[in-house]
């Protein structure tokens, strides 16, 4: 007779602020202060040694009389509270709380802290999923507690009593290595798990069994569903329809009418809770893309201006998409559709990989110079391919922002 199938038990870590709190590591003084990080080098604290103490003190820099194009990459929990968040533009962070002090990302430092996490999560459990520079999923469903030295113990044989008592061990293990931060969340899957790790933070840890969706995710609005985006909520709300167990109890015929079969079907599963994806414990990212269909078809000639702005924006998203998720890229692409639906795309291998925006615009904008630019423009995608991991590269110096794309010359 066969044994009953072990409890499927996967965990989702997600560090706390994690930029953020890297730097309050760094600076302990801004504990407990408003700090948002997304500055360039120019705010850099100051730091002056006083000739008769001897004593330094720094002088951090503030949102206050920032002008610039430069978005919050993360905020404190201290910050948040002013509504200040990640991709809000800092000028706009500036008319909400001023006095929050700014500081510069420093991807290096982050990378070194995701490296000293993650090691001290395999150390525990081996069977994780790298989903970025700060959060990962990890299989306990085979896990066992690692006894004390000299300690012999017995399997234990309550699964979820089991899981939590080695999500508590993972992170002692990763306060003790980087003296940071994380919120687990434990579920029989990993959408669930991904919303559990939400529902306690910071520094929380949250098991979720099946009985417990109605009562911790039903009441969340929808789209707090990893893969119901902006547009999908928007529409969701119009046709009456905001929170997840709203979600849970449509029709599944009326969802896939309004979105059709396969993400109207998905949309019910999520919202019920089920999910059958497995931990890739080898995944990686074959590129990193960004893309935009306008409202309208553009002129390569008369809307020059708008297409600039727009090609800057993707290799800036691409740029900081990389930088998020470890990775730097030696082959960059260009995506361009015409006003006929026509599709054409351009790659241009370089010599250094690279995360960097201005790099990568001056590479798709050498593939810009190969592709026709006489009919109005529908679509337009910037691509980073041939990824390797950041941390095995040696890197040049950031190139400077220069005119390099069609939509630029005079």
């Known amino acids: 007779m066969s044994s009953a199938p072990a409890t499927r038990l996967i965990a989702h870590l997600d560090m706390d602020a994690f930029y953020a709190s890297v730097e309050l590591l760094r600076y302990p003084e801004l504990a407990g202060r408003a700090v948002v990080i997304g500055g360039g080098s120019r705010h850099e604290p100051v730091e002056t040694v006083d000739p008769i103490t001897g004593r330094t003190t720094r002088t951090f820099s503030t949102l206050r009389g920032y002008i610039g194009r430069g978005v919050i990459t993360t905020a404190t929990y201290a910050a948040r509270k002013y509504g200040l968040h990640s991709a809000m533009g800092l000028m706009k962070a500036a008319q909400l709380a001023p006095d929050t002090v700014l500081l510069p990302v420093d991807f ?60 508590q061990s993972i992170r002692e293990a990763v306060r003790a290595a980087t003296g940071l931060t994380c919120s687990i969340g434990v579920a029989p899957n990993k959408l669930l798990a991904k919303m559990a790790s939400e529902l306690d933070k910071p520094d929380g840890l949250t098991l979720l069994r099946m009985e417990d969706v109605p009562r911790r995710i039903w009441p969340l609005p929808a789209r707090k569903i990893n893969g119901i985006g902006p547009k999908s909520a928007a529409r969701l709300e119009a046709l009456g329809i905001r929170t997840i167990g709203e979600l849970a109890a449509a029709d599944p015929a009326w969802l896939v009418e309004h979105f059709g079969r396969a993400h109207g079907a998905w949309m019910h599963e999520a919202a019920n809770g089920h999910d059958d994806s497995i931990v890739h414990t080898e995944l990686e990212p074959k590129s990193i893309s960004r893309e935009t269909t306008f409202d309208r078809d553009l002129s390569a000639e008369r809307d020059r201006d708008e297409l600039s702005a727009i090609f800057s924006a993707l290799c800036e998203g691409v740029a900081g998409d990389l930088r998020r998720k470890g990775y730097v890229s030696r082959t960059i692409g260009l995506k361009l559709r015409y006003s006929n639906f026509k599709t054409v795309t351009r ?33 337009l995608g910037v691509r980073a391919g041939a990824l390797s991991p950041a941390d095995a590269q040696a890197f040049a110096p950031p190139a400077p922002i220069e005119a390099s794309s069609l939509f630029d010359e005079e």
Request: aromatic share 6%; hydrophobic share 40%.
């Open 347 to 379: 790659d241009k291998t370089i010599e250094q990989a690279t995360d960097d925006a201005a790099v990568i615009r001056h590479a798709a904008g050498e593939c810009l110079k190969r592709v026709p630019l006489d009919r109005r423009i529908r679509l």
């Open 108 to 167: 290096d430092a982050y990378r070194k802290y995701s490296r000293l996490f993650k090691a001290a999560v395999r150390a525990i459990a081996p069977q994780i999923q790298d989903n970025g520079i700060d959060e990962i999923y990890i299989d306990l469903t085979d896990v066992q507690p690692i006894a004390a030295e000299g300690e012999v113990t017995e399997p234990v044989t309550d699964p979820w009593w089991r899981a939590g008592e080695i999500a």
